[in-house]
């Protein structure tokens, strides 16, 4: 990985952690697997950073970054680098999700917590119909062709508002300075946000004066249209790995196989669900929380370093205990569940539907990240089980689910079509599963969506139980009425 050269805003205290210099130096950009020490250090820079924020009451200091870095201190203090493996099989072989003691280190039955793999292993892994629900995989590649500078006289984030073409476009930007008895986020234009970021602190010449610009404030832009081209990772591209981007098709086209005319609200409506940017200054914090519709996730880091946590293979009953109370306090529940490890530019973490999640940063970097959602083919019953949880439980994610009458009908309605066609069996190349046995599982799923007083929140055990066949040559859509959703958008 190139020297890229951090703006003068942005460079460590005299107490800073692990440098990005150093680890490339050290050769960390071409390791498969963890840089324990590296890693470490970050940690122990972060809790050094967020401390003294944490110890105040919340009497003393009510504001969303305080309530964070409170959870935040939990997490670090309680958790620790994940058992990893560099091998699939490790995942495949171990079905059954359950607690492990904090010294087991070695892998063996219940050991394996996050898979470092190469992009192609990845790609063969996800194809599989048996990966484990509760692992995330971190895969090692390149920084985004279209933000790799060859002369290196640029930043990626530099390039990245090059593609910004209408900068007077508005975001939510977090302002980890807001009381936490209202909104975590304000509204800014692009034009504020890239004014942030590159002349805070060091105004010029150059420098927009009827923009605001708040000295020492770390914004965190969290819902940015991404405009590159080609953003999916390579070890994505799989029809398995599609079904989202096949429902945004059934309801962007509407029954027609002609070029997509679409408004472009619509579309950018669905491409900011499958793809989109993630824009930070250190030292902001992202508490636990689900991505919303139970949707798999993936995050690509283009720039600078964060660190990334998640509660590691949570039995059934510890995932619907956390997501009836996930705003309290991080609790000795969960104390050794928790893991995290640093992402690197480069670096992709691809985390199951249900993930419960956490990001922090250090000072003294900013980060830019691209991102996408899917659902997997394969994947769908675990998909229902989790979305039914959440929507008994909103507040565990990160934003309203008001999509998931819409998803429903339309991944019914394929399901229909590809059994209809006889192509439902591409979907499972890998191993021995012959038609029948793809047919009862896609009418399987179809009972769970047609079925609306079937409890879905039962143990992952039950998927194994035959259901009734539903009549899926029917051409009626079944008729689903989502809890109400939650309060606007939690940023």
Known sequence: ??????????????????????????????????????????????????????????????????????????????????????????????????????????????????????????????????????????????????????????????????????????????????????????????????????????????????????????????????????????????????????????????????RLEANSKDWATWRDVTEWALLSEGGNLTGPHQDAHAFDTWIQVQEGAFGFGWMARPTYEELTQWMAQPLQQPNATFGNKWRHVVLKPGQTVFFPAGTIHYVFRIKGYQTLATGGHNIRWNFLPRWLQILELQMQNPNSVNEDLDRVHQFLQSISHLIKQRLKHSTAEALFRKGKVGEESVKTYFTRVLARIADKTKPWNTAPESEAEPEAKPEYESESEPEYKPQPTRRPRRK
């Open 1 to 258: 990985m190139p020297k890229r050269d951090r703006p003068a805003s942005e460079e460590p205290e005299e107490s800073s952690g692990p440098t990005l210099d150093e680890f490339e130096k050290s050769g960390g950009y071409n390791k498969l697997g963890l840089d324990a020490d590296w890693d470490n250090r970050f940690f122990e820079q972060v809790l050094r950073e967020i401390s003294p924020q944490a110890k105040r009451s919340k009497k003393e200091d009510n504001t969303w970054g305080a309530s964070a870095a409170r959870k935040l201190t939990t997490l670090l203090n309680n958790g620790r680098l994940p058992t990893v493996s560099n091998n699939y099989l490790d995942a495949v072989r171990d079905k059954v999700s359950s607690a492990i003691p904090n010294q087991v280190q070695q892998i063996g039955p219940g050991a394996v917590e996050a898979l470092y793999l190469k992009p192609y292993h990845a790609y063969q892994y996800l194809r599989r119909g048996d990966t484990h629900p509760d692992i995330p995989i971190f895969v090692s590649d390149k920084i985004h062709t279209c933000l790799d500078d060859e002369e290196k006289l640029k930043r990626p984030m530099e390039k990245f508002f090059e593609w910004q073409e209408d900068l007077d476009r508005k975001v939510s930007v977090q302002d980890p300075t807001n009381l936490a008895t209202k909104n975590s986020y304000k509204v800014k234009t692009l034009a504020q946000v890239k004014a942030h970021f590159f002349y805070q602190n060091k105004p010029n010449k150059n420098t927009p004066l009827d923009l605001e610009i708040k000295d020492g404030i770390p914004w965190n832009v969290l819902d940015v249209g991404n405009p590159l081209p080609n953003n999916t990772p390579d070890f994505l591209d799989d029809p398995q790995m599609c079904l989202l981007h096949r429902v945004r098709d059934h309801v962007l086209r509407q029954g027609l196989a002609t």
